[in-house]
């Protein structure tokens, strides 16, 4: 495993060649990527053992990493460690990532910055749980700081997992992909160093790319709600080559052999029947997707499940048993005055008795996904 120290720069020129020295001092080799700088920060460089990559016009910082991985490979590194040039990271605990990659040396590493002192923006913490809660929602993962740019990236993952974005939520959307693909995410803790309010040099656009990360978010929250399956790849243990795609029998497969897809595939079809035993229309849909999302549950099981709830038994059942929670009795009369003329009563029942037809259906449906999981799980070992 070798390891590339890769500075994305931007018009950083009073912090960058701080942070250059500080990871040559580490024994890092690096490459800046200037993206179209326009100050004078790549001739700060000149007098440093460093590599700089320059690009033309500003790109982004996503095409930097991007750019910095395809140089990483044809230079015979196997992966990144990219910190900011604004000399908020400690180029020290770059070992720490590269200690956490040599042992998983097909994730993606994140130091995960310990927001401590008063210096730390507002922004900055909101920001954090903002994205950490749609990642949450897209992949069924907890990831505590999706917005630092202190990472370490496999060469290859970068090549296979494809992402539409160049600039700043390109750092949302490789974590999503990556975790979709069957990659790992794991993070480490690190310290981080906010300059005083109005000595920070930030080129974040409030409006611009706060509008690319809304459209980013919205497109992986409808992709991640889709019962299609996501290309997986495989990665072999303790190795950090050789990932290739895998067929979707094959994930399968692997996926019923793992002990705990016996409760996970159990529950994500107690969650179809509860949702669609609810009586909340059209409310019950993004319930499903989004439990589904959130507790990571197999989507095509929810889904199917939630259809074997439509009309006419789940709901007249309800209907039954709220009738006979509000009058001791079941209803046997089906005329047009009770199913007509009282047909807000009907509702009121449908209502009321989903709240106790769900909760045993979801049970039952439990159980049973349970005990079939759990004999193809023993015929395929």
């Given amino acids: 495993m070798r390891f590339l120290a890769v500075i994305p720069l931007y018009n950083h020129g009073k912090t960058v060649r701080q942070v250059v020295q500080g990871c040559l001092r580490c024994g890092w080799p690096v490459l800046v990527v200037d993206d179209g ?43 990144i460690l990219t910190l900011d ?52 929602l897209q992949t069924g993962k907890a990831v505590s700081d999706m917005q630092s740019g202190l990472r370490c990236y496999p060469v290859q993952l ?32 690190v310290s981080v160093f906010y300059p005083p309010a109005g000595k920070r040099v930030s080129h974040f656009h409030k409006l611009a790319d706060n509008l690319r990360l809304t459209l980013i978010n919205t497109h992986l929250t409808m992709r991640s709600m889709l019962p299609f399956p996501h290309r997986q790849y495989a990665c072999p ?12 029998w094959e994930v399968m ?66 209907i039954e048993a709220g009738f006979f929670m509000r009058n001791g009795r079941f209803l046997t009369e089906f005329t047009l005055q009770t199913l ?16 106790v037809v769900a909760p045993l259906l979801a049970a039952a449906a439990f159980l049973i996904v349970w005990i079939i999981g759990y004999f193809l799980h023993r015929s395929l070992k």
């Fill in 37 to 79: 700088s326009t100050d004078e920060g790549p001739l700060s460089l000149r007098s440093l053992q460093v590599t700089v990559l320059t690009l033309p016009t500003n790109r982004g910082k996503g095409e930097a990493v991007l750019q910095a991985a395809a140089w990483a490979r044809e230079n015979g590194f196997t992966h």
């Fill in 85 to 136: 040039a604004d000399g908020q990271h400690n180029p020290q605990d770059l070992a720490l990532l590269a200690q956490s990659a040599r042992q998983y040396p097909q994730s993606i590493i994140i130091g995960a910055r310990r927001f401590e002192g008063p210096d730390v923006p507002a922004s900055s913490k909101f920001g954090r749980k903002f994205a950490g809660f749609w990642v949450h």
């Fill in 158 to 189: 970068l090549e296979v997992v494809k992402c539409w974005c160049r600039r700043y939520a390109f750092e949302v959307e490789i974590v999503v992909r990556a975790l979709w693909a069957g990659f790992g995410v794991n993070e480490v803790q």
């Fill in 237 to 248: 243990a303790g190795s950090a080559a050789g990932v290739k795609k895998r067929g979707y």
């Fill in 253 to 318: 497969l692997e996926n019923l052999r793992q002990k705990d897809s016996i409760t996970r595939n159990a529950f994500s079809g107690a969650w179809g029947i509860f949702c669609g035993s609810i009586a909340l229309p059209g409310v019950r849909q993004v319930m499903l997707f989004w439990g589904a999302g959130w507790w990571n549950l197999n989507k095509i099981l929810s889904i199917s499940f939630e259809k074997l709830c439509i009309g006419p038994f789940v709901p007249a059942l309800c």
């Fill in 340 to 355: 007509g003329r009282q047909f807000l009563q009907r509702v009121w029942e449908w209502v009321l008795g989903s709240l």
